[in-house]
Antibody
Framework: EVQLVESGGGLVQPGGSLRLSCAPS????????MAWVRQAPGKGLEWVAN????????YYVDSVKGRFTISKDNAKNSLYLQMNSLRVEDTAVYFC??????????WGQGTLVTVSS | DIQMTQSPSSLSASVGDIVTITCRAS??????LGWYQQKPGKAPKLLIY???TLQSGVPSRFSGSGSGTDFTLTISSLQPEDFATYYC?????????FGQGTNVEIK
C-alpha cells in the first residue's frame, strides 16, 4: 500500500523558516517525480513545486520562487520542502504528492503551516 | 499561465442523479487533464487522468471526456459517498494549475 506521511508543519512568524518532510512507503521512491501542493484555509488547491525522480530538475510556482526549495533524498527515502521568508499568505495545509502519469496519483494527509505574528 | 475554469462552482443534487461538471482551459492542454475528489478534512483523491482514463479502484460511474480546452466530468448515478468537492487540473505546462473547485451538495 502506498503511503505518504508529511511532518514539520507548525506556527511560525512572518519572515521565519520551516522545513517540511514527507516519508513515502509502498513504492520505489527513486523512480517517481514528487510534488508539494498546498491548500489555504477554505480555498482551492495550488501546486507549489515538483522534482524529477533523480532530483535533477525542479519547478516552482512563481509565488515561492527564491523562497522555497524542494529536495529529494532517494537514499533516505525522503522528500523535503525548505520554506524561508515565510509570508502570511503561505498559510495552508501542505500535501506531499506522488507525480505519476503527469497527475498527482497519491497524496499524503497534509501538514498545516500557519504563518502569523 | 494556463487558467482552469470550472462550472458550476457548486450544485445541489439527489442520490441517483446524473451530475456533470465542466472545466475550461485558457489554452489547449492536449491530453494532460486530471480530475480529483476531495472530502472535508481529507486529501484529494485522483479519479481520472489523461482526460478519460479511470484511476484504479475508482467506480465506473465516474467518467471523463473532452478535448483541447473543454472537458467534462460525469457521475452517472450520484451516490451518498460522492458528495464532495471536485477539481480539474492541467499538467500540460508549468505551473500546473487547478480549477477553483465544484462543491457537490445534497439536495
Amino acid at each position: 500500500e502506498v503511503q505518504l506521511v508529511e511532518s514539520g508543519g507548525g506556527l511560525v512568524q512572518p519572515g521565519g523558516s520551516l522545513r517540511l518532510s514527507c516519508a513515502p512507503s509502498g513504492f520505489t521512491f527513486s523512480t517517481y517525480w514528487m510534488a508539494w501542493v498546498r491548500q489555504a484555509p477554505g480555498k482551492g488547491l495550488e501546486w507549489v513545486a515538483n522534482i524529477k525522480h533523480d532530483g535533477s530538475d525542479k519547478y516552482y510556482v512563481d509565488s515561492v520562487k527564491g523562497r522555497f526549495t524542494i529536495s529529494k533524498d532517494n537514499a533516505k527515502n525522503s522528500l523535503y520542502l525548505q520554506m524561508n521568508s515565510l509570508r502570511v499568505e503561505d498559510t495552508a495545509v501542505y500535501f506531499c504528492a506522488r507525480h505519476g502519469s503527469r497527475v498527482f496519483d497519491q497524496w499524503g494527509q497534509g501538514t498545516l503551516v500557519t504563518v502569523s505574528s | 499561465d494556463i487558467q482552469m475554469t470550472q462550472s458550476p462552482s457548486s450544485l445541489s443534487a439527489s442520490v441517483g442523479d446524473i451530475v456533470t461538471i465542466t472545466c475550461r482551459a485558457s489554452q489547449s492542454i492536449n491530453t494532460f487533464l486530471g480530475w480529483y475528489q476531495q472530502k472535508p478534512g481529507k486529501a484529494p483523491k485522483l479519479l481520472i487522468y489523461a482526460i478519460s482514463t479511470l484511476q484504479s479502484g475508482v467506480p465506473s460511474r465516474f467518467s471523463g471526456s473532452g478535448s483541447g480546452t473543454d472537458f467534462t466530468l460525469t457521475i452517472s448515478s450520484l451516490q451518498p459517498e460522492d458528495f464532495a468537492t471536485y477539481y480539474c487540473q492541467q499538467s500540460d505546462s508549468v505551473p500546473w494549475t487547478f480549477g477553483q473547485g465544484t462543491n457537490v451538495e445534497i439536495k
